[in-house]
């Protein structure tokens, strides 16, 4: 007999849809898998076998043939476990293999018949609702974040005893209702009127949310400059249900959503250590993973200590910070992850800390410019704004905090709603995303402002990249302003920015 059953692999970011087929015939008694499964899907069959066995069921002994279409992409994962025990079971006689019809199922099956949660079941509950299938059936651990999908009926089975029954009968089995809640708690405690003094770094720090664009920070150790950096989610506007069900579908797919609480509700905020290499960084594997980057996606990714990073883990930023997606190459094709992300990053001016100041400065000139220049060309020209992190006055340790982060959240929040009116013909949400035609259609400059950009391109000796982003800079420094035209005191300070170049890199 025959029976087949929907299930679903995970290749980057892209769910593809697998038929289950099994075939269960007279002649030898034997188990065979066809269609391109990988040596971890293979053992799905020993794992389904002893389950059985432990739950006494028995399978008939004759010749069992499962096979995976389409053949020609590589099954990979643990999920197949169960889909490979129902078409089997069903095969076998011990349901009907109508009650397999649209049916989408992925789980886990351990040796005792438990069914194990596994990751990236929310994008494979979301393919399912556009094949239209039935339902679903997933791992009961993962039934918190199946239900975040509207619309969809979903099945949660603690095991195989579980499973069997509902499938034998399915008109049995009530509908528990999902709770979905959707509240944003405040960000915890970690807020901007913490901070004291820091005036520049903070008014830097909020350009770059209001625009969304990358930040580097250089100051001794000690000034704050991780402080500051730990509170920018905080004063970035709270996610939308899209963008929250858009990180949730990331974070299900590298595993690292609580079973408990599902919904990522947060901005990210990812703190790579500066030895990370550049497939975590980048996302890596034979069958690729959400790497850092990705999972920083519409947060924050701070570099602490930027040039410690190596070489490779920081150039393989460049692409992705050009086209805030990050594209790897496999054997087995393209995979493509989001990776639209805010970079702030921070990093002494030399290796012990206090250059320029060189009353305190142990460093030999050599050793200043070797530190700096760790940090290449075509990174420094990514980074947008560049400000000093100042050591922290006696005075200003006594005085009042600034802002809090809610106040300067609501300008922030402001300034992205003024963008998003002028954006809402183009692809693209704010002015650091702003390219090539795109640039010259919304940076208008008045004429005094165009001079300086002239005078300080020549001067500066500024590369075209640099020249464009600076103008992005000023573009939003007027919006935050309410200007329609970027003015020259715009630019002006927009160049204050870039002027670490001539400070530190000689
Ligand atoms: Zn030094």
Same mark, same amino acid.
């Given at each position: 007999m025959f029976a087949s059953v929907l299930s679903a692999v995970i290749m980057g970011m892209e769910v593809h849809p697998v038929q289950v087929e099994a075939d269960v015939s007279d002649g030898l008694p034997s188990f065979t898998m066809v269609g391109f499964p990988s040596a971890q899907v293979k053992e799905a069959q020993d794992r389904v076998r002893t389950a059985l066995k432990n739950n006494k069921i028995a399978l008939p002994p004759k010749r069992i043939t499962v096979n995976f279409a389409p053949a020609d992409i590589k099954k990979q994962g643990a999920g197949f476990d169960i889909p490979v025990a129902a078409a089997v079971l069903a095969a076998a006689g011990i349901f009907e293999s109508e009650s397999l019809k649209g049916v989408m199922m992925a789980g886990e099956l351990s040796l005792n018949g438990e069914i194990q949660a596994i990751s990236g079941i929310l994008p494979i509950v979301i393919r399912a609702r556009e094949e239209k299938c039935r339902f679903c059936i997933v791992p009961a651990g993962n039934m918190k974040e199946a239900g975040l999908v509207p619309d969809m009926k979903v099945i949660g089975v603690r095991n195989l005893q579980e499973m069997i029954r509902f499938l034998k009968n399915p008109d049995s089995y009530k509908e528990d209702p999902i709770p979905q809640s959707v509240e944003y708690k405040?960000? %915890? +405690?970690? %807020?901007?009127? +913490?901070? =004291?003094?820091q005036k520049s770094l903070r008014r830097a720090v909020e350009i770059a949310v209001s625009g969304f664009h990358n930040l580097l920070m250089i100051g001794p150790p000690g000034a704050g400059k991780t402080m500051v950096a730990r509170r920018i989610p905080g004063i970035m506007p709270p996610l939308s249900f899209e963008e929250s069900l858009e990180l949730t579908k990331i974070y299900s797919i590298a595993g !690292? !959503?609580?079973?408990?609480?599902? !919904?990522? =509700?947060e901005r990210p905020f990812r703190s790579p250590h500066h030895t990370s290499s550049a497939q975590a960084m980048a996302g890596g594997g034979k069958n690729p993973r959400p790497g850092e980057i990705t999972l920083a996606h519409r947060g924050v990714l701070f570099l602490d200590e930027m040039p410690e990073f190596s070489r490779r883990s920081l150039e393989i930023l460049r692409q992705p910070l050009e086209d805030r997606v990050i594209r790897i190459s496999r054997v087995s094709g393209t995979y493509t992850f989001p990776a639209d992300f805010i970079l702030c990053a921070a990093m002494n001016p030399c290796p012990c800390g206090y250059y320029p100041d060189m009353n305190k400065c142990r460093c030999t000139s050599g050793q200043v410019t070797g530190y700096l220049n760790k940090l290449s060309q075509p990174l420094l020209d990514r980074l947008d704004l560049c400000a000093d992190a100042e050591q922290v006055s006696f005075s200003s340790l006594n005085g009042n905090g600034g802002e809090c982060s809610s106040v300067i959240r609501k300008r922030v929040e402001r300034v992205h709603e003024v963008q998003r009116e002028r954006y809402k013909k183009e692809k693209i949400q704010f002015n650091g995303e702003l390219q090539g035609k795109q640039i010259e259609m919304f940076c208008t400059t008045e004429r005094e402002a165009a001079v300086l950009m002239e005078k300080a391109f020549e001067q500066m000796g500024f590369s075209a990249r640099s020249y464009h982003r600076i103008l992005k800079v000023a573009r939003t420094i007027a919006d935050m302003e309410g200007a329609d035209i970027i003015r020259r005191q715009h630019v002006g300070e927009a160049l204050s920015y870039r002027a670490f170049e001539k400070k530190y890199w000689i």
């Open positions: 405040e960000t %915890d +405690d970690a %807020d901007f009127c +913490d901070i =004291r003094g !690292l !959503l609580s079973e408990a609480d599902p !919904l990522v =509700r």
